[in-house]
């Protein structure tokens, strides 16, 4: 959460180049937006980008540094936007992360006048102080690194020196290398559309950054660094669609087609490597967070079909409720890479001895770095918060992993049947978002194959449309939620082929007065959407996609913020 970008370079460039720079980044929050340049000029403000060009002069500068919140520590509030700066205003700070001992850190300094409600600002306070005690720079952020609890990504920016100053600890950072400088930001899509080269930074690490060079150091000494290339299909143009969330829903076509391809070509390697990974465990656990743990759940059930038992967990619980050894193969689902729960699982997995392995969508994000082996599912860059067009190449990684222990299903045909899905579907959709455009509630109900759905469809209709809804197993139903089924309440029932007990606990919500709308593949239920597939791993993707633009087109007959909810933001860095 937090996006950070800093810019440094040999030709003058302007404020709003750095703040375009910042937008792509900016699904990593959108609470206040703010930069500083190496001239002293400060800009911030309460909102989001785009506003906030409107408002700003433009400058030109050959230092500068940028941030887009996502609060934490401290309302959302000018004051509490970044960057920061401490009392002598030697340098200016942004701040991916949260310092938990800040008030720790602040009872060690004295005489220092605070301006905002964040933990940040005492990283400002607490280098310029030991600037102050005769330190260099770069020994008061090794003082600070040695010190500081929690997690960070931060640039320093001084006044009036063309130097960028950066450091992490469990939130990300990259150096990326363009043509007439360098880019220090939070992860590569702020300058992926200029240069497919970087630099990685791991915990500890620290650079030093002008116009024409860099050094890295950690724990005080010079360390040598790869320069990574990397590969994305960098799409930022909305074109003929109003907004992303539509944008990424239809582009689920192209980028299965892309992953099945890859998977039997590029891919095959590492996939077969990590089915090998798969044979050699003898306990596997997913771990994922959101969207992606609806996937994870949807991987389970495809392996459990071919008689292996898996498990997954979300990530927050992961350590309350696994335990792990040298036989334990945990393989995390992301799409960013960079889930700080996800991570902190992993971490523990790998204390205890587990093997790590991942299937993520950002090439070289953290979570792929600390696996041993990780497949990319290839959808280029997804803009909007939601996950629509990741969570679908989740699912087909999983399909294709589990066909290696036996899971019948034809991944040639995914792309069609969801571009006819989208074509058959998207109308009738649109009129039933205006009839439940008002809807208060929406439960949704599935088993087995159409259980993840109904989950994912839920999170889908809360973070896009505002709806409560409540995705659940069909057979729990009736041990309390029914309750609150009352006459029009709408139930999405997702009944996959001859699931006839699906079909019962529609049956029991109808006889309660409920609107049922049912999903299904087979026309004996005379389903409100009735979706051209076979009863495999493609039903849960095509019945997921009607979820999708349901949740969509509620939201817009509503008139919301669709491609960034409030309260959101994309990336999780933060526990
Ligand atoms: C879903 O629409 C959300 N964006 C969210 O639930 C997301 O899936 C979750 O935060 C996990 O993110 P990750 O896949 O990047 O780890």
Same mark, same amino acid.
């Given at each position: 959460?937090?996006?950070?970008?800093?810019?440094?370079?040999?030709?003058?460039?302007?404020?709003?180049?750095?703040?375009?720079?910042?937008?792509? !980044?900016?699904?990593?929050?959108?609470?206040?937006?703010?930069?500083?340049?190496?001239? #002293?000029?400060?800009?911030?403000?309460?909102?989001?980008?785009?506003?906030?060009?409107?408002?700003?002069?433009?400058?030109?500068?050959?230092?500068?540094?940028?941030?887009?919140?996502?609060?934490?520590?401290?309302?959302?509030?000018?004051?509490?936007?970044?960057?920061?700066?401490?009392?002598?205003?030697?340098?200016?700070?942004?701040?991916?992360?949260?310092?938990?001992?800040?008030?720790? !850190?602040?009872?060690?300094?004295?005489?220092?006048?605070?301006?905002?409600?964040? +933990?940040?600002?005492?990283?400002?306070?607490?280098?310029?102080?030991?600037?102050?005690?005769?330190?260099?720079?770069?020994?008061?952020?090794?003082?600070?690194?040695?010190?500081?609890?929690?997690?960070?990504? &931060?640039?320093?920016?001084?006044?009036?020196?063309?130097?960028?100053?950066?450091?992490?600890? +469990?939130?990300?950072?990259?150096?990326?290398?363009?043509?007439?400088?360098?880019?220090?930001?939070?992860?590569?899509?702020?300058?992926?559309?200029?240069?497919?080269?970087?630099?990685f930074f791991e915990d500890y690490e620290m650079a030093e950054v002008t116009a024409t060079d860099y050094m890295f150091f950690k724990h005080g000494m010079p360390i040598a660094k790869e320069i990574k290339e990397f590969k994305v299909t960098y799409t930022e143009i909305k074109k003929d669609?109003?907004?992303?969330?539509?944008?990424?829903?239809?582009?689920?076509?192209?980028?299965?087609?892309?992953?099945?391809?890859?998977?039997?070509?590029?891919?095959?390697?590492? !996939?077969?490597?990590?089915?090998?990974?798969?044979?050699?465990?003898?306990?596997?656990?997913?771990?994922?967070?959101?969207?992606?743990?609806?996937?994870?759940?949807?991987?389970?059930?495809?392996?459990?079909?071919?008689?292996?038992?898996?498990?997954?967990?979300?990530?927050?619980?992961?350590?309350?409720?696994?335990?792990?050894?040298?036989?334990?193969?945990?393989?995390?689902?992301?799409?960013?890479?960079?889930?700080?729960?996800?991570?902190?699982?992993?971490?523990?997995?790998?204390?205890?001895?587990?093997?790590?392995?991942? =299937?993520?969508? &950002?090439?070289?994000?953290?979570?792929?770095?600390?696996?041993?082996?990780?497949?990319?599912?290839?959808?280029?860059?997804?803009?909007?918060?939601?996950?629509?067009?990741?969570?679908?190449?989740? &699912?087909?990684?999983?399909?294709?992993?589990?066909?290696?222990?036996?899971?019948? &299903?034809?991944?040639?045909?995914?792309?069609?049947?969801?571009?006819?899905?989208? +074509?058959?579907?998207?109308?009738?959709?649109?009129? !039933?978002?205006?009839?439940?455009?008002?809807?208060?509630?929406?439960?949704?109900?599935?088993?087995?194959?159409?259980?993840?759905?109904?989950?994912?469809?839920?999170?889908?209709?809360?973070? =896009?449309?505002?709806?409560?809804?409540?995705?659940?197993?069909?057979?729990?139903?009736?041990? #309390?939620?029914?309750?609150?089924?009352?006459?029009?309440?709408?139930?999405?029932?997702?009944?996959?082929?001859?699931?006839?007990?699906?079909?019962?606990?529609?049956?029991?919500?109808?006889?309660?007065?409920?609107?049922? =709308?049912?999903?299904?593949?087979?026309?004996?239920?005379?389903?409100?959407?009735?979706?051209?597939?076979?009863?495999?791993?493609?039903?849960?993707?095509?019945?997921?996609?009607?979820?999708?633009?349901?949740?969509?087109?509620?939201?817009?007959?509503?008139?919301?913020?669709?491609?960034?909810?409030?309260?959101?933001?994309?990336?999780?860095?933060?526990?």
């Amino acid at each position: 959460m937090c996006g950070i970008v800093g810019m440094i370079s040999q030709e003058e460039f302007t404020t709003i180049e750095l703040l375009k720079a910042l937008k792509r !980044l900016e699904y990593r929050g959108y609470d206040s937006v703010g930069y500083a340049t190496v001239e #002293g000029i400060l800009q911030k403000d309460t909102g989001e980008i785009d506003g906030f060009l409107k408002t700003v002069p433009e400058h030109r500068t050959r230092a500068a540094i940028s941030h887009t919140r996502w609060a934490t520590h401290g309302g959302v509030t000018k004051e509490n936007a970044h960057p920061h700066a401490a009392c002598g205003n030697l340098f200016f700070i942004v701040h991916n992360g949260i310092i938990e001992n800040y008030e720790r !850190l602040r009872d060690q300094l004295h005489g220092h006048n605070y301006v905002s409600e964040t +933990d940040t600002e005492i990283i400002a306070h607490f280098i310029e102080e030991k600037i102050r005690n005769g330190l260099t720079v770069r020994e008061s952020i090794e003082t600070f690194i040695a010190e500081a609890k929690g997690t960070y990504a &931060v640039l320093l920016l001084p006044r009036g020196e063309e130097k960028i100053y950066a450091f992490k600890k +469990d939130s990300p950072l990259v150096l990326g290398i363009v043509p007439e400088g360098f880019v220090v930001s939070s992860d590569i899509y702020a300058f992926s559309d200029r240069s497919q080269k970087a630099i990685f930074f791991e915990d500890y690490e620290m650079a030093e950054v002008t116009a024409t060079d860099y050094m890295f150091f950690k724990h005080g000494m010079p360390i040598a660094k790869e320069i990574k290339e990397f590969k994305v299909t960098y799409t930022e143009i909305k074109k003929d669609f109003p907004h992303y969330m539509i944008k990424e829903i239809h582009e689920q076509p192209a980028v299965a087609e892309r992953l099945v391809t890859s998977l039997k070509t590029d891919q095959k390697h590492k !996939l077969d490597r990590l089915s090998d990974l798969v044979r050699q465990a003898r306990k596997v656990v997913f771990v994922a967070a959101g969207t992606s743990y609806h996937a994870s759940l949807l991987g389970v059930h495809f392996f459990h079909e071919t008689g292996v038992e898996t498990q997954t967990i979300i990530a927050s619980e992961f350590r309350n409720y696994v335990t792990c050894d040298e036989d334990t193969l945990v393989v995390a689902i992301s799409q960013s890479g960079e889930t700080m729960d996800v991570l902190k699982a992993l971490k523990y997995a790998r204390e205890q001895g587990a093997r790590i392995a991942s =299937i993520v969508n &950002v090439p070289y994000s953290t979570i792929q770095r600390m696996s041993e082996l990780s497949l990319e599912i290839l959808t280029g860059q997804e803009i909007c918060v939601a996950s629509t067009k990741t969570y679908t190449n989740q &699912v087909i990684a999983l399909l294709a992993l589990a066909q290696k222990f036996g899971y019948d &299903v034809n991944l040639d045909t995914i792309s069609q049947r969801i571009k006819e899905c989208i +074509d058959t579907h998207e109308g009738q959709v649109k009129i !039933l978002a205006r009839e439940l455009r008002d809807c208060q509630d929406i439960y949704l109900i599935g088993r087995g194959l159409s259980y993840p759905v109904a989950r994912e469809s839920a999170l889908k209709l809360k973070e =896009i449309a505002y709806v409560h809804a409540e995705g659940m197993m069909g057979g729990e139903l009736k041990h #309390g939620t029914i309750a609150l089924i009352e006459d029009g309440t709408p139930v999405v029932c997702l009944i996959p082929d001859e699931d006839y007990e699906m079909e019962s606990n529609t049956r029991e919500v109808q006889a309660r007065g409920a609107r049922a =709308i049912i999903i299904s593949n087979n026309s004996e239920f005379s389903p409100d959407f009735l979706l051209e597939t076979s009863s495999d791993g493609k039903f849960a993707i095509l019945a997921t996609v009607v979820g999708q633009m349901l949740a969509y087109y509620i939201a817009k007959e509503r008139g919301l913020p669709i491609d960034k909810p409030r309260n959101l933001a994309k990336s999780v860095t933060v526990e």
